[in-house]
């Protein structure tokens, strides 16, 4: 195995002073985080430029009216763009021509916005209305008649496993989902994972069968709950009726339904957010790497050397911020 490259070290040095730095706001806004906050700025900024360029600019714009390959009205609509993106700058040359730039942005915020109203009408309200209107029935998959696409939306399946079990039920029809979960094709691993998923709430148990006629019992139920759930939503934002009585019990219902969602969401977005952390955190520890490149990285001594260097850090900052009198109790205060 090749060893990891001497730039790729500094790199990760780098990489854990920075993310020291950034968690160093704990304490509280600091000069080493004001520096990690302007390299990512200033980073994401210039990558950002870069891409517009090389993806939008140049093959759209200055290929096109260059290059020779457009003619005609496509060449019409590269020299309008060309034009709306210099009264964008048309502030930077002049303030008192800053009026210019205000059409070429009406323009983009009204071309983009008819195009995700109809995006996201199609996309998620037509989708919502789609499910909602679905059947509140949960019928099992049948394992011995269900077609690929489903035997692969199981809990622990794959499509290879449903691959495997179109092969296995073609010579010998499923006795039990402990034999479909158990037959000679599937390799360990599958068998791992299908006995993972199984469970008669939620898992294999709750979502296939052996036969016809079988239904999900709380499938049915989770159903039921989403249509009350929607229904009384709807009734909270129907203001022509006053929410008293059985209205406002509905009402009521809708707002818990609402908050439940919301909940939920955000907390699917901090989980996601302590996933980043715990990557990170095994990224500092060197987790990730091999242990001969681990080794040469040494990440808990240099995250000791970082949080060493950034704790005397603030504490020279602190120090210089009291003598100059801008530290708390400099007015007599605290």
């Known amino acids: ?30 000069p080493f985080y ?4 302007h390299l990512f700025i200033g980073v994401s900024v210039g990558y950002l430029i870069v891409l517009q360029y090389g993806e939008n600019i140049e093959p759209k714009v200055v ?80 394992l011995n008649h269900a077609e690929p696409e489903a035997l692969t939306a199981l809990p622990g399946s794959s499509p290879a496993v449903a691959k495997k079990w179109l092969a296995e039920r073609a010579q010998r029809p499923f006795a039990s989902l402990d034999d479909a979960a158990t037959r000679p094709s599937l390799t360990p691993l599958e068998r791992g994972d299908l006995a993972a998923a199984r469970g008669s709430l939620v898992g294999l148990d709750a979502k296939a069968a052996v036969e ?29 009726v006053a929410h008293r009585g059985p209205i406002g019990g509905i009402s009521r219902f809708g707002v818990w339904t609402l908050m439940i969602g919301f909940g939920a969401s ?18 500092v520890l060197g987790r990730t790497l091999a242990p001969q490149d681990a080794a040469r990285v040494h990440g808990p001594l240099v995250s000791l050397v970082s949080i060493g260097l950034i704790t005397a850090g603030i504490v020279i900052w602190e120090r210089r911020n009291r003598d100059r009198g801008d530290g708390p109790g400099a007015d007599g205060q605290s």
């Open 1 to 30: 195995m090749t060893a990891l490259p001497w730039i790729d070290i500094v790199g990760y040095w780098v990489g854990i002073f920075i993310t020291f730095c950034c968690l160093s706001f704990l304490y509280k806004d600091n």
């Open 266 to 283: 955000f907390g699917l977005t901090v989980q996601g957010r302590i996933s980043l952390a715990i990557g990170r955190a095994y990224d």
């Open 34 to 37: 004001k520096l990690i906050e």
């Open 212 to 240: 016809a006629g079988h239904h999900d019992g709380f499938g049915i139920v989770s159903n039921l709950l989403l249509l009350a759930g929607l229904l009384a939503s709807l009734v909270y934002f129907y203001f022509s």
């Open 63 to 142: 290929d096109a009216i260059f290059g020779g390959g457009v003619h005609g009205a496509w060449l019409l609509l590269r020299v309008v763009a060309l034009v709306l993106v210099v009264m964008m700058f048309a502030k930077v040359l002049q303030p008192r021509w800053a009026w210019l730039g205000r059409y070429p942005l009406a323009f983009v915020v009204a071309f983009y916005a008819g195009l995700q109203v109809n995006a996201v009408a199609q996309s998620e309200l037509g989708e919502q209305i789609k499910f909602s209107a679905g059947s509140i029935d949960a019928p099992k998959v049948d």
